[in-house]
């Protein structure tokens, strides 16, 4: 009579989709920056010397973009605006019209719409 023989059945747990979307890693550039998400501005009063950060993303390239001189306003609500802000409004645009067409990878473009 042979003698017995005792199997043994490991255990494998499966990992199905819902786990791996639950894990979802988010980027440590975003953490760093304290943005809740790409291309989304946020101010940081307590910089030195720039007023916003961003952390930008267009295709497949990322980067943390600071922008906008700290203390400056930039322009005020636009309805009901005086002639004088208005002029600066366009004096921006026109002086840094080359660098906003560049998109959302430069300063220039995030200043224009956020600031101005």
């Known amino acids: 009579m042979p003698a017995p023989v005792a199997l043994v059945i490991a255990s494998a747990?499966?990992?199905?989709c819902c786990d791996v979307a639950r894990k979802k890693k988010t980027d440590s550039r975003l953490k760093r920056a304290g943005v809740s998400g790409y291309n989304k501005?946020?101010?940081?009063?307590?910089?030195?010397?720039?007023s916003h950060?961003?952390?930008a993303k267009s295709g497949g390239k990322v980067k943390t973009i600071r922008f906008g001189q700290q203390g400056v306003k930039g322009s005020?609500?636009?309805?009901?605006?005086?002639?004088?802000?208005?002029?600066?409004?366009r004096a921006f645009k026109?002086?840094?019209a080359k660098n906003i067409?560049?998109?959302?990878?430069?300063a220039a473009y995030w200043?224009?719409?956020?600031?101005w």
């Open 13 to 16: 747990t499966a990992v199905t």
């Open 41 to 50: 501005p946020k101010r940081t009063p307590k910089h030195p010397k720039k």
């Open 53 to 55: 950060i961003v952390v």
């Open 76 to 89: 005020p609500k636009k309805e009901g605006e005086s002639k004088a802000y208005a002029a600066r409004r």
């Open 94 to 96: 026109a002086r840094h």
């Open 101 to 106: 067409a560049k998109g959302k990878m430069s």
């Open 111 to 115: 200043a224009n719409k956020v600031k």
